[in-house]
């Protein structure tokens, strides 16, 4: 299977729903669609200052810090600091959050999905191994501090590679590729929520 490679450069600076920073999309299902109505999106947010997050109605979110010193957030009521780089942190998309910063800017990975239409596991990984892609799966690899390679591709930082089997021709049963790198990179996994 071929990674579809998204490159960090020339990502365009949009600014947040409520206005209050910054996000870079890195991908986002269905492509092109707006904040209110993907499936799911993974982008890179820079929080410059103390303030409200955007809401999301009916939406799950991880935010990984990448850059930057922390944050304090409060989360629908609860505190929830988020003060070491590359752990991934769940919580509701649809609750009143605010953050103040503690020690200067700070850069999130961000991933957000809308969970009665998908689900998905955000991983930080290091090191070497395999990146199955099941049969209606989307799995995106995103390097997050230091150049890794995937197969035969090499993501600088920031850069991401996208995998899905269904958007490949005959190689859905292709083996694995492997995910190579000594910094920390992200693993996210997408598969389309099963209607009841």
């Known amino acids: ?38 499936d799911w999106r ?6 410059a200052a103390d303030g409200p997050f955007s809401t999301f109605p009916g939406v799950d979110r991880t935010l990984t810090m990448v850059e930057g010193a922390g944050m304090d957030l409060t989360v629908g009521g609860r505190r929830a600091l988020v003060d070491e780089r590359c752990v991934p942190a769940d919580f509701p998309g649809d609750l009143p959050t605010h953050c103040l910063l503690l020690a200067g800017p700070v850069v999130n990975f961000n991933v957000m999905w809308h969970r009665e239409r998908v689900s998905a596991s955000v991983a930080v990984v290091r090191g070497r191994l395999p990146v199955p892609v099941p049969p209606g799966t989307t799995v995106v690899a995103v390097a997050l501090e230091s150049p890794a390679t995937l197969g035969n591709a090499t993501l600088a930082r920031y850069d991401a590679a996208l995998l899905a089997p269904e958007a490949a021709t005959g190689e859905s049963a292709s083996a694995p590729l492997t995910l190579r790198s000594e910094g920390p990179a992200a693993l996210v996994t997408l598969r389309r929520a099963v209607r009841r």
């Open 1 to 38: 299977m071929n990674p579809r490679i998204l490159r960090a450069a020339g990502r365009a600076a949009v600014p947040w729903k409520n206005g209050g920073g910054v996000t870079r999309e890195i991908a986002s299902w269905p492509e092109g669609a707006g904040t209110a109505d993907f």
């Open 42 to 47: 993974i982008s890179l947010a820079d929080v």
